[in-house]
C-alpha cells in the first residue's frame, strides 16, 4: 500500500449548521472480503431526506434492509426509520422521531421516549454503514466533536490523519477518523476531499465507494496500522511484567485431572513458567524484589480455551479479560492472522495463544471469503498442501465444499499430519463426512441437520440455523441418531459444539436480554446492550417461539448424550468477547455434565488434544504460567468463573479491572492486593 500523511481535506461542507435546497444525489458503494465482493450500500439524498439500501451476503447471512433519514439543524437526524431483516433473517422495524423536545424510538431492542435538549444523536440498532457517516457529520458540527446518545451514552469522533491511497491506477485523498463511545470497539471511517462519505473499514472487511475497490486492500493495511497501533499502546498500559520472581500467596489451586483443591498455596513464577508452588507460610518474608499479591483464599486455574475463534486486533483484550488464555483460530484472512501470531508471540500485542485452522471453502455464490476458495479437487489439494508447508496442524472444510473432494482432501492432509475439521458441506451429512476423513465436528447444528433435513435442502443458506427448529419432535433413540453417535466413537471424532451461538441464534428475542447474556451485559457500551437485544430468526407466531425453544432443549440433550458415550467435546464460541466461553462452560453444567469434567473440558483437555499437554493445562513447576485467579472455588460455585481477578499468561500479569475499564466495560472484580514484605 502507498498513503502519503499530510494531504489537507476541505470539510466547510460538514459543519453548515442549516440546510440549503439542494440536486439529488446518488452514492454507491461495495462491499469487500478477503477480495470478494459481498454486497452493496445504495444511498440518494434529496435534500433533507435520505433513503438508503444495505444488502450484505457473507456465506449466506447478512442484514439486508432499507432506512429513510430526516435530517435536521446542526446535521443531527430527526427522524430515522429501518425495515428489513438482521443478520440472519429476523425481522427489523425501527424508528426515531424527535420533534418538540420530544424523542421517540422503537427498535429491536427497547422502546421509549425522553425529553432532549440540544444536539442528541439516536444510536441506531440495526444501522447500515451510513449510519456511522451520519453521526460523523453531526460530531463534526459539534464544537468538541462530542454528543450525548439516545438511549444513553456519549459519542465522540476523533481526527486520526490525512492520507492519500493509491493502487492500480486508483487515487484517494482522504481524512480518517475514529468513531467512539457507545460499542465495543472504535469504527474507522474515512471522507474524502468534499467531506463525503469514501469508506468504512476495518483490517478484516472494507465498504469502499464503488470505483475504488482497488484500494479494499489498501483501506484494510492502514486499519491494521492505526488499529494495531491503538492496542500496542494497551498492550504497554495493561501489560504488567517482571525481572525477578513474583509470588501470589495464600491461594487454592485447583488440578481438572484429579477436580482437587489444594491447601493453601503460593505460586512462584519466573519469567514465563512456574517455578515452585509450595505450602502458604502466613508472615513468610520475600526478598525486596520479588512482587507479592495477595490471593485471599482464591482460587488459580488453568487458563480457560476458546476453540472456536476468529481473532481480531480486538478480541484478544477481550479474552485474556476473561481468563481465556489459548484458542484455536477456525478462519481469517490468512495474512493477517500470520501477522497477528507473530505480533502476540513477540509481545507487541495482548491475547492468547493462537492454534490456527486452515479454512479452505468451495467456489460457489455462498461462499464464505476466509482462507482460500477452491474450485477444483485439485485447487483443493494445493490449499491443503499451502497450510501443511506453513506449519499448520487443521485444515477447516466450510459450506461449499464439493463433498466429493473431502477423501482425497482428508487423505492428504492426514498424510502431512494434519487433522480434518470442520462444517458439513451442503448436499451431504455428518456420516458421509466422518466416513470421507473428519476428525472433528464443527458446530453442533451441523451434525444435527443430518438428521432433520432432506438431501436436496441447501445449508448454504439461513437455513442451516432455521432447520433446527425440527429438532423439537426429534427421537435421540432413533438409528439415525445413534448411528451417527456411534460412528463418532469408532472413529475418534470430536465435536466443537458452539453451543452458546445456537443458544444466542435461537433463543434471543427482541426487547429481551438473552439468557446467555445476562450476567454481563449491563456492564456493557450501550450499543451492544442494544445489538444483544434482538430476535435473530423469523417468528411468524408463537408455535415458531415454541418450535425454537424445543428444539434448543434437544440440542442440549444431544450434547449431554454426547457427553455419556465418551466423545470429546471441545469448548468453542464463534465469537471473540470471551465472555460467551463462560456461557459456553456454563450450557455444558445446564446440559447436566458434572462441574468438574466441564473444568476439565475448559481447561485440560483442549490442551491435550492439541498435544500442549506437557506445557499447559494444568498448575505444575516447570509448566507455563498461564492461569486465572478466582475469587472463589468454581467447584462449588461454578459462575465464579465469570469473574476472574488476575490473568496470567506466559509469565505476564494482566488485571481485568483495568482491561475493562480501558474498554470502557465497568469492571466485574477487583485486582488483589499487593503486598510489599511478608505475606499475610
Given amino acids: 500500500m502507498k498513503y502519503i500523511a499530510g494531504a489537507l481535506v476541505a470539510a466547510c461542507g460538514l459543519v ?37 439500501e444495505y444488502y450484505m451476503d457473507d456465506n449466506g447471512r447478512g442484514p439486508k434492509h432499507t432506512e429513510q433519514i430526516i435530517m435536521g439543524p446542526h446535521n443531527v437526524p430527526l427522524e430515522w426509520s429501518i425495515v428489513g431483516k438482521s ?10 422521531k424527535l420533534s ?15 425529553d432532549v435538549q440540544g444536539d442528541v444523536l439516536y444510536a441506531v440498532n440495526d444501522g447500515s454503514p451510513w449510519a456511522n457517516y451520519v453521526y460523523a457529520k453531526a460530531l463534526l458540527a459539534d464544537a468538541d466533536h462530542r454528543l450525548p446518545v439516545i438511549p444513553t451514552g456519549e459519542m465522540k469522533l476523533e481526527k486520526v490523519e490525512d492520507v492519500t491511497l493509491a493502487a492500480d491506477g486508483k487515487k484517494a485523498v482522504l481524512s480518517v477518523y475514529r468513531l467512539s463511545g457507545i460499542d465495543l470497539a472504535p469504527t474507522l471511517i474515512a471522507l474524502d476531499e468534499e467531506g463525503k462519505f469514501f469508506s468504512q473499514f476495518s483490517e478484516a472487511s472494507v465498504v469502499v465507494k464503488d470505483g475504488y475497490v482497488a484500494l479494499a486492500n489498501s483501506l484494510m493495511e492502514l486499519a491494521r496500522e492505526l488499529q494495531t497501533q491503538r492496542y500496542k499502546d494497551l498492550a504497554q498500559q495493561l501489560r504488567h511484567t517482571y525481572d525477578a520472581p513474583y509470588a501470589i500467596v495464600n491461594v487454592h489451586i485447583l488440578d481438572p485431572r484429579t477436580a482437587g483443591i489444594s491447601a493453601p498455596s503460593t505460586i512462584l513464577v ?12 502466613p508472615g513468610k518474608t520475600y526478598p525486596d524484589d520479588v512482587t507479592v499479591f495477595n490471593g485471599a483464599g482464591g482460587t488459580i486455574m488453568p487458563g480457560m480455551w476458546d476453540m472456536h475463534s476468529h481473532a481480531s486486533l480486538s478480541s484478544g483484550l477481550y479474552y485474556i479479560a476473561a481468563g481465556v488464555t489459548s484458542t484455536r483460530d477456525m ?71 464439493n463433498p466429493a473432494w473431502v477423501p482425497a482432501m482428508a487423505k492428504k492432509s492426514h498424510g502431512r499430519g494434519m487433522r480434518v475439521i470442520g462444517h458439513v458441506p451442503a448436499f451431504t451429512n455428518a456420516n458421509a463426512m466422518i466416513r470421507a476423513g ?53 472413529n475418534n471424532v470430536g465435536i466443537d459444539p458452539t453451543a452458546v451461538i445456537l443458544e444466542r441464534l435461537m433463543m434471543s428475542r427482541a426487547g429481551e436480554t438473552p439468557p446467555g447474556d445476562v450476567d454481563y451485559l449491563d456492564h456493557m457500551p450501550i450499543s451492544y446492550q442494544r445489538y444483544r437485544k434482538r430476535t435473530f430468526v423469523t417468528l411468524e407466531d408463537e408455535a415458531a417461539d ?76 516447570g509448566k507455563y504460567a498461564d492461569f486465572v485467579l478466582l475469587p472463589s472455588n468454581p467447584l462449588e460455585t461454578f459462575n465464579v468463573i465469570k469473574t476472574p481477578r488476575m490473568v496470567v499468561k506466559n509469565g505476564d500479569v494482566y488485571f481485568p479491572e483495568e482491561i475493562y475499564q480501558a474498554l470502557s466495560i465497568e469492571p466485574f472484580a477487583s485486582k488483589p492486593d499487593e503486598i510489599k514484605g511478608a505475606s499475610h
Fill in 100 to 114: 418538540d423536545g420530544v424523542a421517540i424510538w422503537n427498535s429491536q431492542a427497547d422502546q421509549g421516549h425522553a
Fill in 87 to 96: 443478520l440472519m433473517g429476523g425481522d427489523v422495524e425501527e424508528s426515531f
Fill in 331 to 401: 478462519g481469517n484472512n490468512n495474512e493477517f492472522l500470520q501477522q497477528l501470531m507473530k505480533d502476540l508471540d513477540d509481545g507487541t500485542l495482548i491475547g492468547p495463544r493462537i492454534t490456527p485452522a486452515g479454512f479452505i471453502e468451495g467456489r460457489s455464490p455462498y461462499s464464505a471469503r476466509y482462507g482460500i476458495v477452491v474450485a477444483s479437487e485439485q485447487e483443493a489439494l494445493d490449499a491443503v498442501d499451502w497450510y501443511a508447508e506453513r506449519g499448520y496442524t487443521f485444515i477447516k472444510i466450510y459450506n461449499s465444499m
Fill in 438 to 490: 473428519y476428525d472433528e465436528i464443527t458446530h453442533i447444528n451441523q451434525l444435527m441437520l443430518g438428521w432433520l433435513l432432506t438431501p436436496d435442502e441447501d445449508t448454504r443458506t439461513p437455513l442451516r440455523l432455521t432447520g433446527m427448529a425440527r429438532a423439537a419432535g426429534l427421537d435421540l433413540d432413533s438409528d439415525k441418531v445413534q448411528e451417527t453417535l456411534t460412528l463418532m466413537q469408532e
Fill in 16 to 52: 453548515c449548521s442549516g440546510l440549503t435546497a439542494a440536486a439529488q444525489e446518488t452514492y454507491s458503494y461495495s462491499l469487500v472480503q478477503n477480495d470478494e465482493e459481498i454486497g452493496y450500500l445504495k444511498v440518494i439524498e434529496d435534500g433533507a431526506s435520505t433513503s438508503v
Fill in 546 to 621: 415454541k418450535a425454537y425453544r424445543d428444539s434448543f432443549q434437544v440440542l442440549m440433550d444431544t450434547l449431554q448424550r454426547m457427553y455419556d458415550a465418551g466423545i470429546v467435546i471441545l469448548p468453542g464460541t464463534d465469537d471473540g468477547t470471551g465472555f460467551t466461553v463462560h456461557r459456553e462452560l456454563e450450557l455444558y453444567r445446564i446440559a447436566g455434565i458434572p462441574a468438574e469434567d466441564v473444568l476439565r473440558i475448559g481447561v485440560l483437555q483442549p490442551a491435550e488434544y492439541l498435544g500442549y499437554g506437557d506445557d499447559l493445562g494444568t498448575i505444575e513447576a
Fill in 270 to 281: 519466573k519469567d514465563e513458567r512456574i517455578e515452585a508452588i509450595e505450602p502458604y507460610q
